[in-house]
């Protein structure tokens, strides 16, 4: 099984970027999804995320400290980027050859949102986690928080959008496929009697409406099922009657 670290950039005591959206806050709701999807497509993640720190460098140094401690084969910190509000777009930055293969998994997905495609930038700047880690290593910055733009496509694809495209770059680097659950079967027309007199009903505007009585051995032809009831189609209009009060032909 392989194992990562990941983390959310930041911390509340040590704060990231503020735009339109504040980094810290919508990291928080992306890298937990980026965990939770690696794990289901079989990897075997630890989050080295702190809670609240003093300075940047005890910051830095929980979360590589614990990479480096657990047997990790690859890091990844979870940001958002900044500029000047006319900056746009994603990149992944990286040190080593086998972060920018990774980065380039990662940011050619993030660009299949919409995002402009920055693309994966080498580290030119000595950044602590890509130095002090001792894994494949990158940073992901998948959008500007102060960015129109991005913000917006950032707003229609939510953070689960985010979280998907860096799980099928990871899968992609491993060359693993991505989990997916399977397609809903589709419902087939269903011959059913009734077993009992009840009515099929709709709601609207809260209020329940009898659509039309069906008394016992009626003939009736579920269309679709949602919890305990079947939907018929009565003349054009979809109503629902119990389960419980039907049965086999």
Request: net charge positive; proline share 4%.
């Amino acid at each position: 099984m392989i194992k990562g670290s990941i983390r959310g950039g930041h911390n509340y005591g040590v704060t990231g970027a503020s735009g339109i959206v504040n980094e810290v806050t919508e990291d928080r709701k992306y890298y937990p999804l980026v965990i939770k999807g690696l794990m289901e497509n079989g990897f075997d993640i630890q989050d080295v995320t702190p809670t609240r720190t003093s300075t940047i460098r005890q910051d830095l140094a929980h979360g590589v400290n614990l990479a480096n401690s657990n047997g990790s084969s690859f890091f990844m910190s979870c940001h958002l980027n900044s500029f000047n509000g006319s900056a746009k777009g994603c990149e992944v930055v990286y040190s080593s050859s086998s972060g920018k293969r990774l980065a380039e998994c990662i940011v050619n997905e993030l660009a299949k949102l919409g995002f402009y495609n920055r693309g994966a930038k080498q580290d030119v700047r000595g950044l602590y986690e890509l130095r002090h880690t001792k894994m494949t290593a990158v940073i992901i910055e998948p959008f500007f928080c102060d960015n129109a733009e991005d913000v917006a496509i950032y707003r229609r694809i939510g953070a689960k959008g985010i979280a998907d495209a860096i799980v099928k770059g990871v899968c992609t680097y491993y060359g693993k496929s991505t989990h997916s659950e399977p397609p809903k079967p589709k419902f087939k027309p269903l011959p059913l009697k009734m077993a009992y007199d009840s009515p099929a009903v709709f709601v609207r505007d809260g209020f329940m409406n009898i659509v039309k009585f069906f008394y016992r051995n009626d003939l009736i032809t579920a269309k679709d099922e949602k919890l305990e009831y079947y939907l018929v189609d009565i003349d054009g209009i979809k109503a629902w009657i119990p389960k419980r009060a039907t049965c086999p032909r």
